[in-house]
């Protein structure tokens, strides 16, 4: 059996968060407390801690709790994956159609690669995830691109406290190796993933850009046998060229 933690003060306050945020005119503690059957030294407490976290802002004339920037700039965080995957979706499917292997669409989270999207190959022998698939941070060729978007210290601090995994025998796990490996990165704008991941599959990797996204990639990974240095140096500049377009159309977009 599994016993899950209930957390209940979080509960609560996403119940507060989801009443304020869902009137114009905000709510007072009183309103709150009878709404959701709370005392008011509860709601205080919890409304409290809100406001200094700057999620909800409290009127000093009416008393009146109304939703925060900091919620608002947590909201527009979290649509922007979803604008991100409808800008990038057909920039995949035309770089997929182009070398017929499978695209990928991943975000950093927190410490781990997190996948959006993926346009796969129409090969029967294919490179494939499910969306929301988390990789580890040094994961091959994407995980080389999101720590490269780093300072350099904190990429020290967490191979000084995690290490560099090694994989397969190809993987580069020492430090001052891969750290130079990742300011290739930076100064080529793309990695590769020469079986360092997964043995038999190769990768290349290129960051995206725009300030209203969090740190983002595109990239293609494909088995060794389709993927020779020939296709590999095509995939370079294709990949650069996928990542450019969706940046360029990322900043064309309206600021919300």
């Not at 927190?110 to 190959?121: A, F, M, P, Q």
């Not at 990429?155 to 025998?169: A, D, H, L």
Request: glycine share 6%; hydrophobic share 40%; with cysteine.
């Amino acid at each position: 059996m599994t016993l899950k933690y209930q957390a209940p003060s979080v509960k609560k306050a996403f119940q507060i968060l989801k009443l304020i945020s869902g009137t114009n005119s905000g709510l007072g503690i009183s309103e709150l407390a009878k709404s959701l059957e709370m005392s008011k030294s509860t709601v205080h407490g919890i409304t409290s801690a809100l406001e200094e976290l700057g999620t909800i802002t409290r009127d000093p004339l009416t008393k009146r709790y109304t939703a925060g920037l900091t919620l608002l700039e947590l909201g527009k965080t979290a649509y922007a994956q979803f604008d991100l995957k409808d800008i990038a979706r057909p920039v995949m499917e035309r770089l997929m159609e182009s070398i017929n292997e499978s695209v990928f669409l991943g975000v950093l989270n927190v410490e781990h690669v997190t996948i959006l999207d993926i346009v796969e190959s129409r090969n029967d022998l294919k490179i494939t995830s499910p969306v929301g698939t988390t990789m580890p941070l040094f994961s091959g060729a994407a995980g080389k691109v999101f720590l490269a978007s780093m300072e350099e210290e904190r990429v020290r601090e967490i191979i000084r406290e995690k290490g560099i995994p090694k994989y397969t025998e190809n993987a580069i796990i020492d430090p001052d190796k891969y750290l130079q490996e990742l300011a290739r990165v930076r100064k080529n704008g793309y990695a590769t993933d020469y079986e360092e991941y997964l043995l038999g599959v190769r990768a290349v990797c290129s960051p995206i850009e725009g300030m209203r996204h969090r740190r983002s990639a595109i990239w293609v990974a494909g088995f060794k046998t389709s993927l020779d240095d020939d296709k590999i140096r095509v995939l370079i500049r294709k990949v650069r060229e996928a990542a450019r377009i969706i940046s360029r159309r990322i900043e064309e977009q309206p600021v919300l």
